[in-house]
């Protein structure tokens, strides 16, 4: 299958910085980025869908200006926790769909763990 | 709107004995159905889909799923469980026509006895 990497794996933050957490498609171009986050023992809710070059689409409920979401290349899509708080600490999950064949499905990131102190 | 129940939040399996998680779904067209696994603190990887064609699909790690569409199911089964099946599993839906979104159930956790 594809493969799509999500840096960093972890990453523990002071409350009221900003974290960065990077989704990469490795060997297929990425038209279509998901930007899920995921509770403890809960289901993956999805926060925001991304398509190269255009503003991402939030779901409801979702701050747009707080998970700033770039996607910006073929291969690159950017979550950024702004003003981050305790609240925020939970599983980031993407996944990317996109051309030549991987267009059937949603190949998914290792997640990112953000600890918010 | 779309949605995927899965009716079971844990199930408790003795090694050895067969397995069999429920998904029902509720969609207005033809589904795309996917079965995803995560162990803890990792992504999704997928178990197998379901566009078209033959109702019953194998996957990987000795999977199958059986796709009924008058029950509006995609319950997904394994004959002999392992101790390294322990995990969550997810049933999702895709919406081809959203670009393809996901749509997960609740998901299951499956716990396997020694």
């Known amino acids: 299958g594809a493969v799509v990497s999500q840096h960093p794996s972890w990453v523990i933050c002071k409350s009221g910085t900003s974290v960065k957490i990077e989704c990469r498609s490795l060997?297929?171009?990425?038209?279509?980025m998901f930007w899920y986050r995921q509770f403890p023992k809960q289901s993956l809710m999805l926060m925001a869908t991304?398509?190269?070059?255009?503003?991402?689409?939030?779901e409801q409920g979702v701050e747009k200006d707080k998970f700033l979401i770039n996607h910006a290349s073929l291969t690159l899509s950017t979550l950024t926790v702004t003003s981050a708080h305790p609240e925020d600490s939970s599983f980031y999950i993407c996944?990317?769909?996109?051309?030549?064949?991987?267009?059937?499905?949603?190949?998914f990131g290792q997640g990112t763990r953000l600890t918010v102190v | 709107a779309q949605s995927v129940t899965q009716p079971d939040i844990h199930i408790t399996v003795s090694e050895g004995a067969s397995l069999e998680l429920r998904c029902n779904y509720s969609?207005?067209?033809?589904?795309?159905l996917f079965w995803y696994v995560q162990s803890p603190g990792q992504g999704l990887q997928l178990l197998l889909k379901?566009?078209?064609?033959?109702?019953l699909v194998q996957g990987i790690k000795g999977f199958e799923a059986e796709f009924k569409r008058s029950q509006s199911s995609f319950n997904l089964r394994k004959p002999s469980v392992h101790w390294s099946d322990a995990a969550e599993y997810f049933c999702?839906?895709?919406?081809?026509?959203?670009?393809?979104?996901?749509?997960f159930g609740g998901g299951t956790r499956v716990l396997v006895k020694p």
């Open positions: 996944s990317a769909s996109g051309l030549g064949g991987r267009d059937t499905e949603a190949f």
């Open positions: 060997d297929f171009q990425a038209t279509t």
């Open positions: 969609y207005g067209a033809t589904p795309y």
């Open positions: 991304s398509n190269e070059g255009s503003k991402a689409t939030y």
């Open positions: 379901y566009f078209s064609g033959d109702t």
């Open positions: 999702a839906l895709m919406i081809k026509a959203a670009g393809n979104k996901l749509t």
